[in-house]
């Protein structure tokens, strides 16, 4: 398979405790996002990193919240001191970008965290 | 006010009818228009990207309407598989979600 995986695709955790999330994108893919979507909403933007680079993060992303991608490959989104606020599903994206033009973002299947 | 607002539904509908959805924005620079679907417990998948004159993809057609803010889609002679919850999504730079509107067909 090869696209857009996720691991772990489900967490339960006390609150308090630190969590981290990985993400591989499809290979060529230069771009790779993250979005948390609660019950009964859309995805919500939390950042995305082109290559290396980290360029956008959301007013959502606390700083409990750190996101990685260190070779420009797969990244890492670790909560730190969880809240029960931030069960949700943890998606992933990834996309190929050149210049103006607009490619479709591919979504990975998600992790599912819950905060006890 | 939301970025993207969507009606929630459910819109429950007999299979074979048609059924539209609409989706206003409120960021006038958004370049960008999409429909993504998602089932129950998956990862959004796109579905179709809208173009101002419009544009059709077999028995789905979206419009766009720059001057309103406004995007709609269309399903025609609707089956059981298109049962899900139908994401309206503005671009740009980054994707903004509606919440989503949820479809039923039943049969």
């Known amino acids: 398979d090869t696209g857009v995986s996720q691991d772990p695709r489900h967490k339960i955790t006390k609150r308090g405790q630190n969590v981290t999330f990985r993400c591989d994108p499809i290979?060529?893919?230069?771009?790779l996002y993250w979005y948390r979507q609660t019950l009964g909403q859309g995805p919500e933007f939390l950042t995305y990193?082109?290559?290396?680079?980290?360029?956008?993060k959301s007013r959502l992303l606390s700083d409990r919240f750190s996101a990685e991608r260190p070779k420009g490959s797969f990244s890492t989104l670790e909560i730190q001191r969880t809240e029960q606020g931030d069960s949700a599903m943890y998606l992933c994206?990834?996309?190929?970008?050149?210049?103006?033009?607009?490619?479709?973002?591919?979504f990975g299947p998600g992790t599912r965290l819950t905060v006890l | 006010r939301k970025e993207v607002e969507q009606d929630p539904g459910p819109f429950n509908v007999p299979e074979g009818a048609t059924v539209a959805f609409n989706c206003t924005y409120s960021?006038?620079?958004?370049?960008?228009f999409f429909w993504y679907r998602q089932d129950c417990r998956k990862e959004p998948k796109l579905l179709m990207s809208?173009?101002?004159s419009g544009n059709e993809d077999g028995r789905f057609t979206a419009q766009l309407n720059r001057a309103s803010q406004y995007i709609s889609l269309l399903i025609r002679d609707s089956k059981l598989s298109d049962s899900a919850t139908y994401l309206c999504?503005?671009?740009?730079?980054?994707?903004?979600f509606g919440t989503g509107t949820r479809l039923t067909i039943i049969p």
């Open positions: 994206a990834s996309s190929f970008v050149w210049g103006e033009s607009y490619n479709e973002q591919f």
């Open positions: 290979s060529e893919h230069n771009r």
């Open positions: 990193f082109q290559n290396e680079a980290q360029l956008e």
């Open positions: 960021n006038s620079a958004s370049q960008s």
């Open positions: 809208v173009y101002s």
């Open positions: 999504v503005v671009n740009a730079e980054k994707l903004t």
